[in-house]
């Protein structure tokens, strides 16, 4: 079975210091997986991708993920946080042959402190 | 804006009422999906749709009716609803079968009195 879990529901940084969301995944084949942010009462915005290219993924706002098949892992960093950067974080995979279904983790609350 | 684009941003709606959501996407993409997110819940797929006809209906209540009318909409009617189903509803789009992600709209926030 396909499964998506996020290790932390809330993690706490100081502005300036880097981010680590982890998440790991269960998936037969190789899967597509997407780091998507929600900020309050808004929809999901695309951090980034991976769709078994390059293993470093780069998104946007100076976010990075990881893809390490060994640990199926796709961990989501940022060198330095900004308050902006506060909001949710869902890890997503998209299984290989399932007629365009994502499976959800259950989402990292990530909180910022001046 | 995404791309995808969701009306109306908030509904508050009473139990007996009648009412429709309705998704727009502008990009091209030939499937359309309804999530329903609950407070300190994942997100629940609802329906999927591709190519217009629906593939997907996750055991929802029949209370719930989508319509796809064509591949840039999607509409969600909604009757007899229960206070349970006060959620964030977010439409999203793909091209094919998602595996380069979706495009989600802004959701829209139902409160059932």
């Known amino acids: 079975a396909q499964s998506v879990t996020q290790l932390d529901s809330h993690v706490s940084v100081s502005e300036g210091t880097p981010v680590l969301l982890r998440c790991n995944y269960s998936?037969?084949?190789?899967?597509?997986l997407f780091w998507y942010v929600q900020h309050p009462n808004k929809g999901l915005q695309l951090l980034l991708k991976?769709?078994?290219?390059?293993?470093l993924v780069k998104g946007i706002n100076g976010f990075e993920a990881e893809f390490k098949k060994s640990e199926t892992s796709f961990h989501l960093t940022k060198p330095s946080a900004h308050m902006s950067d506060a909001a949710e974080y869902f890890c997503?995979?998209?299984?290989?042959?399932?007629?365009?279904?994502?499976?959800f983790g259950q989402g990292t609350e990530l909180s910022v402190k001046p | 804006e995404t791309g995808v684009t969701q009306t109306p941003r908030h509904l508050v709606m009473g139990m007996t009422n009648k009412k429709s959501l309705k998704c727009e996407q502008h990009?091209?993409?030939?499937?359309m999906y309804w999530y329903k997110q609950s407070a300190k819940k994942p997100l629940e797929l609802m329906f999927v749709?591709?190519?217009?006809?629906?593939?997907e209906n996750n055991s929802v209540p029949s209370r719930f009716s989508p319509e796809c009318p064509n591949s840039s909409h999607l509409f969600l009617h909604l009757h007899t609803l229960q206070p349970e189903d006060s959620a964030l509803y977010l439409c999203?789009?793909?091209?094919?079968?998602?595996?380069?992600?979706?495009?989600f709209g802004s959701g829209t926030r139902l409160t059932v009195v």
């Open positions: 999203a789009s793909s091209q094919d079968q998602g595996n380069y992600g979706y495009t």
């Open positions: 998936s037969s084949y190789s899967p597509s």
């Open positions: 991976y769709t078994s290219a390059a293993t």
């Open positions: 997503v995979v998209a299984p290989y042959n399932q007629g365009g279904k994502l499976i």
């Open positions: 990009l091209g993409h030939n499937a």
């Open positions: 749709y591709s190519l217009e006809e629906r593939v």
